[in-house]
């Protein structure tokens, strides 16, 4: 008998049971070997395994069961009130099931094997494995690296689990050590126990162990389900959903198999998951890449409302005397917008290598990653750059210069965001979002422009000045360019972080190139236990948005915003800010957009001087870019409509004041959309 086989034997004086963990046989170890460890036996204590509240230890004590144990064991040694039998099963059933949930996935039994690769923990993997020594199974395969099921790999899971009840620390020195330990309090229904979850998941966030999660998110997502880890879950559940909604985003638009593909876009191994697990990250993964269009268009799309936020372009909050004066506004700010738009475009047309930190290094072939996961990003279509890391990082980190905007944007010049982006959920309404080359000598040209408008104003001085976010704002006179460009980029910097922060300070994605941000939208997927909304009746699905390879993302349909109108006393602030470029958008949009239907403010704008705008008019970015139609006709009244009501479902709108609209044209507000209205066309998009 070895010394590690007399250290891993329990013996408690005041043990009450007497456990034991045989090698399969028609009789016992005791008889053939008296002198083996496992013929010994474990003195353990029963009350310890019966608080699990276990039914399968539980059973261990069954009167009948005991009896029978007693008697081929010739009686109880002193002291002993239960002799429990642990020995794996030999009958055909309960064996597969036991060798099924005990067969370690790959990418545990590969995972030691890249300890100095990645500089892992010693104590979670420079451990032997266990080989048998009795001659009933190989503990290695041809490969060298571990086998799947190793008898004495699973006698020896069945003591670190006793040990752990009993309060000791086993010693999970191993991947395979660990995966056993985990499988054996499964098939015992413990592994959800307090004790066990601690000990699972401290082995898998020690140190730089962490990376198995984003290597091997398939098995950390089991394991999590099965000791029911929500936090473990939710990291390795950002991991699978970002690969899939890349993956969607790469495939859009091209036929994909019906059968789940084994690769990321990255080229890692996909590995086994339950048919219910991947309905749940196939589901997600639409949801996220819905998600992420949005906030991408949200950045670069026709409205840019964040740049409200921006200073300097609050500088361009003026009221013109008129048309001519009108239209430098608008062209500065349309400029303003397609400038930031080219030089997102610009970082997103680059042809580089995925981003990696330096700590970490490829090698030329083995496991994944390999040196070709850096050339992933170049090769891929450039739209979907969106979903990745690399993209969000250059992006955060990139100086911004006035010259940006006549660089180099690729396939992408002069097309709009809608064709750009297949049409697909929030692209689908960008028809006016144009990108395209803008010189410095143009946005000087037009920032000029609209300064030589003060000088007009001089004699006029305005001392109107109001409060904003609780501090004295009063724009001062001049556009400076380079002050724009600054702000710009600050904004977009903090925007790019946001887009790649890891879900908690404690998890980290440095070998994930796809993005992690979660929200709740996706999140619901998972079961209840784990911050989910599934309740097991599948009807946290029932909403779902279509793939997206068939034609794009769509929302349960269009709907009016209503509303009171906005106020009269500065109508060309909303002129100034309308997302085209003369005047607003009239358009009913699908997706993921909310359906509004916008003035132009040419119509109520008759005043005489020009003004400095109250900031609190644009206190909601809503309201300042368009009216929300109010199904009060009081408030229709307001803004200078004249409209009758047919029934309590329909308005009927006078259009009579409104150059672009000739016709009356009806609003059913119970079926949530507007009919045949026109949209303004302000420039060609191709």
């Not at 996961?373 to 980190?397: C, D, G, K, Q």
Request: a negative charge.
């Amino acid at each position: 008998m070895s010394v590690s086989e007399i250290e891993d034997i329990l013996f408690f004086e005041d043990a009450d049971t007497l456990a034991f963990i045989e090698t399969p046989s028609y009789k016992p170890a005791w008889i053939l070997r008296p002198s083996c460890a496992q013929s010994i036996g474990h003195r353990i204590h029963s009350w310890k395994l019966l608080a699990t509240g276990s039914a399968v230890l539980r059973q261990l004590f069954d009167p009948k069961v005991q009896e029978r144990n007693i008697k081929n064991r010739g009686g109880l040694p002193e002291g002993i009130r239960y002799i429990i039998d642990l020995t794996p099963p030999s009958t055909e059933d309960d064996a597969v099931l036991h060798l099924t949930e005990l067969s370690c996935p790959l990418g545990i039994r590969t995972w030691a094997a890249a300890r100095d690769r990645w500089d892992l923990p010693p104590q979670c993997v420079s451990g032997v494995d266990i080989h048998s020594s009795d001659g009933d199974g190989d503990d290695k395969n041809h490969s060298g690296y571990p086998a799947e099921y190793s008898p004495a790999r699973h006698r020896a899971g069945i003591i670190h689990v006793l040990q752990v009840l009993e309060g000791l620390n086993p010693k999970l020195d191993t991947p395979c050590k660990l995966w056993t330990f985990f499988a054996v309090a499964k098939l015992y229904e413990i592994s959800a126990l307090r004790d066990i979850r601690t000990r699972v998941t401290l082995w898998l966030y020690e140190g730089e162990n962490k990376l198995f999660i984003q290597l091997h998110p398939e098995i950390a997502y089991r394991i999590a389900k099965g000791i029911r880890c929500d936090y473990l879950l939710q990291d390795a559940f950002c991991v699978l959903v970002g690969e899939e909604a890349l993956l969607l985003l790469r495939n859009s638009g091209t036929p994909i198999p019906k059968q789940q593909q084994t690769t990321t876009v990255h080229g890692r191994p996909r590995e086994m998951l339950d048919d219910d697990d991947v309905q749940r990250v196939q589901y997600a993964g639409e949801s996220f890449l819905g998600s992420i269009i949005e906030k991408f268009v949200q950045l670069i799309g026709d409205d840019m409302h964040w740049l409200k936020n921006i200073l300097e372009f609050r500088r361009v909050f003026y009221s013109p005397h008129g048309p001519p004066e009108e239209e430098v506004v608008n062209d500065l700010i349309a400029t303003l917008k397609d400038w930031v738009r080219a030089t997102i475009f610009m970082v997103l047309s680059l042809d580089t290598t995925v981003w990696m930190s330096s700590k970490y290094r490829l090698e030329l072939s083995g496991d994944y990653p390999t040196s070709d996961y850096l050339n992933v990003y170049s090769s891929m279509p450039f739209m979907a750059h969106i979903m990745t890391r690399t993209f969000w990082v250059i992006l955060s980190e990139r100086k911004l210069n006035e010259i940006d905007g006549e660089k180099d944007i690729g396939p992408s010049r002069d097309r709009s965001l809608a064709r750009l982006g297949g049409y697909m959920g929030a692209f689908r309404d960008q028809h006016n979002a144009l990108v395209r080359y803008v010189t410095v000598a143009e946005l000087s040209r037009k920032a000029h422009a609209f300064n030589c408008l003060f000088n007009s104003l001089a004699a006029q001085p305005n001392d109107h000045t109001a409060q904003h976010d609780g501090k004295l704002f009063m724009p001062e006179r001049y556009f400076s360019l380079s002050k724009f460009v600054s702000q710009v980029q600050g904004y977009i910097s903090g925007f790019a972080r946001e887009m790649i922060a890891p879900r908690r300070p404690v998890m980290s994605y440095d070998l994930t190139d796809t993005l992690t941000l979660l929200t709740e939208s996706e999140y619901r997927y998972l079961p209840l236990w784990a911050g989910g909304c599934d309740d097991g009746s599948g009807g946290v699905y029932a909403d779902q948005i279509p793939l997206a390879e068939t034609d794009g993302f769509s929302a349960p349909g269009p709907s009016i915003h209503t509303g009171s109108a906005a106020p009269s006393t500065a109508p060309s602030i909303m002129s100034l800010l309308e997302s085209t470029l003369h005047g607003a958008s009239h358009r009913a949009t699908e997706g993921f957009a909310s359906e509004v239907v916008s003035i132009n403010s040419e119509v109520v704008s008759e005043t005489g001087n020009a003004i400095v705008a109250d900031p609190s008019d644009f206190k909601k970015v809503d309201d300042e870019l368009s009216f929300a139609l109010d199904s009060s006709a009081d408030d229709v009244d307001d803004v200078f409509f004249d409209s009758d009501s047919d029934s309590d479902d329909t308005v009927v709108i006078d259009h009579a004041d409104i150059s672009d609209f000739s016709e009356l044209e009806e609003m059913k507000l119970d079926e949530g959309k507007v009919q045949d209205i026109p949209k303004r066309e302000t420039r060609a998009a191709v």
